[in-house]
């Protein structure tokens, strides 16, 4: 199921008592992203991750703990105006990482002037975390653009 998520809705705070760092990637660190992605999700989303890491301003961001990727959230990676893919390192879960990574995100694409995001292909047991740290409401349409790959 796709999502809607009105940027204008978002809650702009940013908590600054974490201990982990959201920063935009660099062009050298592609393929340490690139490693952490295969290594802990799939080949598919490293293929979406590296489309938004080679743009002159790259939409992905990664979160970064001891010095190492722990997580990571792309936008118009598979296509513009799309959130996503997004993750966080088995071990990291539950730390707030995955809920810092979409704000910043999804700020970072209202400052690229979209008003909405869509957030493509929400898996069901996901929906109410979306619900719950963007507000996104669920979409009700027929096909979506993952029932273009092979």
Not at 99 to 105: A, D, F, G, M, Q
Request: aromatic residues 12%; glycine residues 6%.
């Amino acid at each position: 199921m796709d999502m809607l998520v009105n940027l204008y809705e978002l809650d702009e705070s940013v908590d600054k008592n974490v201990d982990f760092e959201i920063r935009r990637i660099l062009s050298p660190n592609i393929h340490l992203l690139e490693k952490f992605i295969v290594d802990n999700f799939s080949m598919g989303w490293a293929s979406e991750a590296k489309a938004a890491c080679y743009k002159s301003n790259p939409t992905c961001f990664i979160a970064i703990k001891d010095n190492q990727i722990v997580g990571f959230a792309c936008y118009d990676a598979t296509t513009k105006g799309f959130f996503g893919p997004l993750g966080v390192h088995p071990n990291y879960r539950k730390q707030g990482i995955a809920s810092k990574l979409i704000l910043h995100t999804m700020l970072a694409m209202k400052q690229d002037g979209y008003a909405y995001a869509i957030i493509g292909g929400v898996a069901d047991k996901l929906v109410p975390f979306y619900k719950k740290t963007c507000k996104a409401m669920e979409i009700e349409l027929g096909k979506q653009v993952y029932s273009r790959m092979l």
